[in-house]
């Protein structure tokens, strides 16, 4: 059984200098890839150095809502560099944050729009945050080309918001959040996602899945959060793991 956790922070503070033991521990519970994801330069340039030191890291790269503020033409001379650089698989994590509104919320929405675009030129999927606000990304996203896919990462929303994503080329990435007990909404969307669509994630080092809540997370975490789909969707979790990890493989092109 493998695993891959398709959205980590890898390059976050809590893991650097110690990467390598984190993907040992990771390898231990079945999970033999990740994706590391960038959200600002930063963040962006620490994920493609993870992914050139290791055969079994991927990186992406962009803006997230927090500094769409930044987000300039040489921004985007630089994204676009970065994405063509091997191992770098999609563009993200971008979207739209109504709750910290680090960014003007106009700004927010058509520099998403604008990454969406992007992405699309280059035949790349995206990596979508969205935080008290899914109608705009809906919107965003509706009115978007998704011909290379979109992943709503850490998904939270009900079934209403899941059917309505659904008829976009989007897939929908479940974190430790659907191992919360009154998490009672993820885990009816959890049920009503079909196991075509369905990815895995820690978004590590934040949302620790049970049975490790309230300690930092970690890449290989993410059997955990894959344990706890099984459960909900009462299926194998082999069957669960053979599944998000082709649907990982698929949306991101790792083969």
Not at 115 to 127: C, G, Y
Not at 180 to 203: I, M, N, S, Y
Not at 229 to 235: N, R, S, T
């Amino acid at each position: 059984m493998e695993l891959i956790d398709n959205h980590t922070h890898l390059q976050d503070e809590p893991f650097r200098g110690q990467e390598e033991f984190y993907l040992e521990r990771a390898q231990k519970l079945g999970v033999t890839r990740l994706i590391c994801v960038g959200q600002d330069p930063d963040f962006n340039r620490r994920a493609i150095d993870l992914s050139q030191r290791f055969d079994n890291v991927y990186a992406m790269v962009g803006y997230c809502p927090d500094v769409a503020k930044d987000y300039d033409q040489q921004a985007e001379d630089q994204l676009i560099e970065q994405l063509q650089i091997p191992g770098v698989v999609a563009l993200g994590e971008i979207g739209l944050d109504y709750y910290w509104d680090e960014s003007p919320r106009e700004q927010q929405r058509k520099v998403f729009a604008r990454q969406v675009e992007l992405a699309h030129e280059l035949k790349l999927p995206v990596d979508i945050h969205t935080r008290d606000a899914f109608n705009d990304c809906y919107e965003i996203l509706r009115r978007s080309n998704l011909e290379y896919g979109a992943v709503l990462h850490s998904f939270n929303g009900n079934v209403e918001w899941l059917n309505k994503f659904l008829d976009l080329n989007v897939y929908f990435s479940y974190s430790g959040v659907a191992s919360f007990t009154k998490a009672v909404e993820v885990h009816e969307a959890v049920k009503q996602t079909p196991l075509d669509r369905l990815l895995v994630e820690t978004d590590a080092p934040y949302l620790t899945p049970k049975p490790y809540r309230g300690k930092q997370n970690e890449p290989a975490n993410v059997y955990y959060v894959a344990r706890a789909i099984a459960e909900i969707k009462d299926l194998p979790l082999a069957e669960v793991a053979q599944a998000t990890y082709m649907n990982t493989e698929r949306v991101y092109g790792l083969n």
